[in-house]
């Protein structure tokens, strides 16, 4: 198993620019999210989604879109980059257990530069 | 509003110390809280808990939850260099709606020196 696969691993984009942060999982796992993490602000959730189909906004969801066709694809989309977007950017995956669905599976991250 | 929070935010230990890293926490509706460690890249799961009192242990790890004082505490013996590392708590609390929500501590970086 390759588990959570986030690709570019890093990127430049000049302001205004789109572009996707893909994030695939070969677990079967229902719940898939995006996070961010810049420093002294800890982990925030961007989107998350809990099947396909199925999406839905965490505590920072404003620039971002996401879509989830298939169980293993869950990208992000920049919609019009700002410096303030960036920031390294992690997917993450998990099965629901009896109590939630909380260990989760981290991809390598993406290190995003907005200019 | 939820808040979940780490301390210290750094420690610096020798190799071979042991060390307490603490997270205390104000949720509503709490379900689980979770244990991560995070090196150079991802954070890695370290340990669930959902109940007061039960010891979670995993090599020189071990965690434990208070849920009377809302506080869990990390340990790590006889600590290695490979122990550096920035150590992220969360809390799992229920939303409406069947929904979940993870919040997040800021970390403690430990840093292990030979």
């Known amino acids: 198993n390759a588990g959570v696969t986030q690709t570019p691993k890093f990127q430049v984009l000049k302001t205004g620019q789109s572009m996707t942060l893909q994030c695939a999982q070969d677990?079967?796992?229902?719940?898939m999210s995006w996070y961010r993490q810049d420093p002294g602000m800890g982990l925030r959730l961007i989107h998350y989604?809990?099947?396909?189909?199925?999406?839905d906004q965490g505590e920072v969801p404003n620039g971002y879109n996401v879509s989830r066709s298939t169980t293993e694809d869950f990208p992000l989309r920049l919609l019009s980059a700002a410096p303030s977007q960036t920031s390294v950017y992690f997917c993450?995956?998990?099965?629901?257990?009896?109590?939630?669905?909380?260990?989760?599976?981290f991809g390598p991250g993406t290190r995003l530069t907005v200019l | 509003e939820d808040k979940v929070v780490q301390s210290p935010l750094s420690l610096v230990v020798h190799e071979g110390d042991t060390v307490t890293l603490n997270c205390s926490y104000e949720?509503?509706?709490?379900?689980?809280l979770l244990w991560y460690k995070q090196e150079k890249k991802a954070p890695t799961f370290l340990f669930m808990l959902t109940s007061s009192g039960i010891e979670k242990k995993s090599g020189r790890l071990s965690s434990i939850l208070d849920k009377k004082e809302l506080f869990s505490i990390l340990n790590i013996t006889a600590t290695q260099t490979g122990d550096s590392a920035i150590y992220l708590c969360?809390?799992?609390?229920?939303?409406?709606?069947?929904?979940?929500?993870?919040?997040w501590g800021l970390g403690t970086s430990l840093a292990v020196n030979p």
């Open positions: 949720v509503t509706n709490f379900r689980s």
């Open positions: 993450a995956s998990s099965r629901p257990n009896r109590v939630g669905y909380n260990e989760q599976f």
């Open positions: 677990m079967n796992h229902e719940y």
């Open positions: 989604s809990v099947g396909a189909g199925i999406t």
């Open positions: 969360a809390v799992e609390a229920s939303r409406a709606g069947n929904n979940r929500k993870l919040i």
